[in-house]
């Protein structure tokens, strides 16, 4: 068995327990996949309409390891207003989702904004880089917070 944390954002929140608010824990068997964690919770795959896994955009099929970290966010979600021809990945080939521009990124504690075109060149990320590249290990500047506190601005 292994533990997986899960985030869920916008109209996917109910999907949560109260008793797990933010990032909720959840056990699955060895070798389980995205879309098995997605069922577990009780959510209808067509509802989520992008994933990532430690902060990386991932696929349905992607098998999971123990302590990863799943963001889930629904179909209605804003961020997709400017992300043209943007769908759920089901696995590999022709259902990979399209990626758009790189988006900022806020921290939940502090508010300070992460700005790709900018980077954070004082703590060793260059201009240019996406979140999801920046080093695990990276913390905010401001706070200190880890990145998994962040969300999309």
Request: a negative charge.
């Amino acid at each position: 068995m292994i533990t997986v944390y899960v985030k869920l954002m916008g109209s996917l929140l109910p999907y949560g327990s109260p008793e797990q608010p933010g990032l909720i824990e959840i056990t699955l068997k060895n070798g389980a996949t995205v879309q098995e964690a997605i069922q577990a919770l009780g959510i209808p795959k067509e509802r989520v309409k992008l994933i990532f896994v430690n902060h990386t955009g991932a696929f349905l099929d992607q098998p999971l390891k123990e302590g990863d970290r799943i963001s889930l966010f629904p179909a209605e979600y804003p961020v997709f207003t400017d992300w043209e021809g943007s769908i759920l990945s089901k696995g590999s080939g022709d259902e990979r989702i399209r990626e758009g521009e790189m988006k900022k990124w806020k921290c939940s504690i502090c508010g300070y904004i992460y700005d790709p075109s900018k980077g954070d060149p004082e703590n060793g990320v260059k201009p240019g880089t996406a979140f999801e590249e920046i080093p695990e290990d990276w913390v905010c500047p401001t706070c200190g917070a880890t990145k998994d506190i962040f969300e999309l601005d």
